[in-house]
């Protein structure tokens, strides 16, 4: 008995099909978090979603093997999956046919300044913490100290 290889094509095709969905949810979720009948548990986690999601910078860099495409691959999908639950269905398919109008007018993609700032926060935070720790370990070790 002989086994097909999978098709490299259809299986592109099918990829780009689910990044394209991926890319229309979250500005579905970005119109769900505006409208009156979507209730504050969905807004807050479509807030966060969206604003992550839209946000110009990474919170785990793609730079970093591996992990860096973690947040992308993993996270912001399961995000969007978990937020659509909790969107009524009426709701819902208001917010997905106003994301279909937006891309069909190839309007630029929202943009989540707020988000980035937190995450550079985040980051700095970070770094001030390891200073906080190691900072003299490090100074020593580079003589300056």
């Known amino acids: 008995m002989r086994r097909e290889k999978p098709d490299a094509a259809g299986f592109t095709l099918q990829l780009r099909d689910w990044a394209r969905s991926l890319k229309a949810d979250v500005l579905a979720l970005w119109f769900c978090c505006k409208h009156p009948d979507t209730p504050l548990s969905a807004k807050i986690l479509a807030t966060l979603v ?11 860099p793609d730079f970093i093997p591996v992990i860096g495409y973690l947040d992308d691959v993993i996270l912001i999908p399961i995000g969007i999956y978990f937020t659509l639950k909790l969107v009524p269905q009426h709701v819902l398919e208001e917010c997905r046919a106003k994301a279909r109008d937006w891309i069909a007018a190839r309007q630029p993609k929202p943009k989540s300044i707020i988000a980035a700032v937190v995450i550079m926060v985040l980051w700095m935070l970070f770094f001030a913490l390891l200073w906080q720790y190691f900072g003299a370990d490090v100074m020593r070790l580079l003589g300056a100290a």
Request: glycine residues 0%; aromatic residues 10%.
């Open 50 to 60: 969206v604003a992550y999601a839209l946000s110009p910078i990474d919170l785990i």
